[in-house]
């Protein structure tokens, strides 16, 4: 059973930065390919960056030159590195995997999900 586990976030100022984790465990053989998502309250939740096995990166437009994803294949970590962070990035951050839908940024497409981190921006 795939299980991924969120950490890093917090309160911070607007300018500030945070980097989220997430370890994930379970996969066995496969390969799998990750994103982050988030979830402001009374939004929908919205694919902010991917990554797939080869390394190729997806970035929504709100967050390009920002936000940073990355990944440890020798650790199972997936990192996510938020620079000048914003009001407007405050949410619950959420990491998730998908073996089928290789860099796509719509959450329906990933079946397996953390719990989230929660990310406070103050300005």
């Known amino acids: 059973q795939v299980r991924l586990v969120e950490s890093g976030g917090g309160s911070v100022q607007a300018g500030g930065s945070l980097r989220l984790s997430c370890v994930a465990s379970g996969y066995g053989n496969r390969r799998y390919c990750m994103g982050w998502f988030r979830q402001a309250p009374g939004k929908e939740r919205e694919g902010v960056a991917t990554?797939?096995?080869?390394?190729?990166?997806y970035y929504a437009d709100s967050v390009k030159g920002r936000f940073t994803i990355s990944q440890d294949n020798a650790k199972n970590t997936l990192y996510l590195l938020m620079d000048s962070l914003k009001a407007e990035d405050t949410a619950w951050y959420y990491c998730a995997a998908t073996s089928n839908f290789c860099g796509s940024p719509v959450a329906r497409r990933y079946p397996y999900w953390g719990r989230g981190t929660q990310v406070t921006v103050s300005s």
């Open positions: 990554i797939t096995t080869g390394g190729t990166t």
